[in-house]
């Protein structure tokens, strides 16, 4: 390798230290910015609200269940009762294998709705936190831009090994924005109480009603 060659890649490493050092360079707590976004807690109770809903209707299906069981139970006892008559045993056994076959069909029901339900949860769980990881970072860009930054690196990130992306930062080599982006997400968030309130304002007229 003679000289000149040598000369080159010192003055192309040399510009790309220069280059990096006037880089303006902000990390932000992703993890955090999502969590504390008004839009996410929204998220999180409709989304308990679904769950709770899905968790009742299957409480039904069991509760139904439970009966059938109990009603089995009882068809069986009969059956076996000597005091009994043949007929009475008899239509006792066609009672109880009817009874046994909407079992069967009820627990593949049940099956079926489980399997239904969680992969709907799943799936609009997954939905609301790209859609709001998205909005998230619509705003992070619109302020690095805003602020002049080159690069904005989440220090919460991994990679695929799950190691973290950003090891370590100098105090002083970049600026933190998560919080200056959290006020960003929620400077229009609604009022403390107003989701509630609305509600109540809207059953108040109908209690008052005397038509009703």
Excluded: C, W
């Excluded at 009969?78 to 008559?85: E, G, S």
């Excluded at 909407?102 to 339900?117: C, K, S």
Aim: charged fraction near 30%; proline fraction near 3%.
């Amino acid at each position: 390798m003679n000289r000149r060659t040598l000369a080159a890649i010192a003055l192309a490493v040399s510009t790309a230290f220069s280059s990096a050092a006037d880089l303006k360079l902000a990390v932000i707590d992703m993890k955090k910015a999502f969590e504390d976004f008004h839009k996410t807690q929204e998220a999180a109770e409709t989304y308990k609200g679904n769950y709770n809903k899905a968790a009742g209707e299957m409480r039904e299906r069991q509760d139904a269940y439970k009966k059938l069981t109990s009603d089995m139970q009882q068809l069986d006892k009969k059956a076996r009762d000597t005091i009994l008559t043949p007929d009475q045993r008899q239509k006792a056994i066609a009672e109880l294998n009817e009874k046994m076959k909407e079992a069967r069909a009820l627990e593949a029901e049940m099956q079926e709705f489980a399997e239904r339900r969680i992969g709907q949860l799943k799936q609009e769980d997954m939905k609301i936190r790209q859609t709001l990881y998205e909005e998230i970072s619509t705003v992070v860009r619109d302020h690095a831009l805003k602020s002049g930054y080159d690069m904005v690196f989440d220090k919460t990130g991994v990679s695929l090994s799950t190691v973290p992306i950003v090891i370590f930062v100098k105090e002083t080599a970049a600026t933190d924005i998560t919080s200056q982006v959290i006020v960003e997400l929620n400077k229009n968030a609604p009022a403390p109480g107003a989701a509630a309130a609305k509600p109540a304002e809207a059953a108040a007229p109908a209690a008052g009603d005397p038509k009703k």
